[in-house]
Each structure stands twice: as C-alpha cells, then as structure tokens.
C-alpha cells in the first residue's frame, strides 16, 4: 500500500466516524445573499473545528456548499485552481489544488471514486442558509485563532 493510500484511507475512516458522531444537522445562517454572491468561493469556518468547515461557492447564480478538506488527503477545497473550468460546466466542479482531483459540487463525487460530502443551502429573501451540524461564520471563531 503507498503512504498515500493509505494517508486517504485514514482522512476516509475519520470522515466516516465524524459522520457518525455529528450533531443532527439544521438551517444555519451564514449571511446576506447580497454579499455572499460578491465572491466565486469562500470558506466558511465552523465552531466544531476545521473538519466542518465548508466552502462556499457561487456560480451562474447558485449557492454550492462542500467540505473543504479534501477526501483524498486533505488538501483545501476552498480555492479555484481553473476559473474556467469552474464556470464552464453544466454542473460546477472544484478542482483539488493538491491532486488536482476534481469534485461536482452537486454531488461530492470525484472521476477518481472520492466522495466529498456536500451539503444543501437555501436563500430565503436576503438571507443564506447551509443545512449543516454546526454554526458557520465567514470569519474564524476566536477558538480557531
Ligand atoms: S488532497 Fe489529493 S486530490 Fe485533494
């Protein structure tokens, strides 16, 4: 087995145990629609720690919501490698700067057989919401500091 491998395996297990162990997950709030839609992608910082953040994406004029590390070996998903290639597709896709291992921002799935988990968000009027275990900010909590 390659160190690599088996680096993803063990990121694979711990995401399913985390899985397990979450919290039920409910609407959280993560902002006005007006300025969330001002950038392509942002990560959102999680009071449980770095393994719930998200990255939040915008494009052609819909929220995407995915983790933002990485399934394989925990690269950072909340960055855009190919803005082009972001944008030009029927259905998003994020493209791990690591790998270069590219997710569908429906569905977590990667060409590879990786899955990363998404999640649903909603706008109701001005207000944007992630359906997630725990509370999401724009900026880091002071614990993450
Ligand atoms: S860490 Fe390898 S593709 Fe993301």
Same mark, same amino acid.
């Given at each position: 087995?390659?160190? =690599? ?31 969330? =839609? ?37 690269? +950072? ?13 029927? =259905? ?12 569908? $921002? $429906?569905?977590?799935?990667? =060409?590879?057989? $990786? ?20 509370? $999401?900010?724009?900026? +880091? ?5």
């Amino acid at each position: 087995m390659s160190q =690599e491998s088996g680096a993803s395996k063990v990121i694979q297990r711990k995401n399913k145990l985390n899985q397990q162990q979450a919290k039920p997950k409910v609407w959280q709030y993560v902002g006005y629609k007006s300025i969330l =839609e001002t950038a392509t992608c942002q990560r959102l910082y999680s009071i449980n720690g770095k393994r719930d953040d998200i990255s939040l994406f915008y494009v052609h004029g819909n929220f995407y919501a995915i983790n933002a590390t990485c399934p394989h070996a925990g690269g +950072p998903l909340d960055v855009i490698v190919d803005l082009e290639d972001l944008v030009k597709r029927e =259905e998003p896709h994020v493209i791990c700067p690591w790998h270069h291992f590219s997710f569908n $921002l $429906l569905t977590g799935k990667a =060409e590879e057989g $990786l899955q990363a988990e998404t999640y649903q968000v909603k706008v109701d009027g001005e207000k944007v919401y992630v359906f997630h275990s725990y509370k $999401l900010s724009v900026k +880091p909590f002071e614990t993450e500091i």
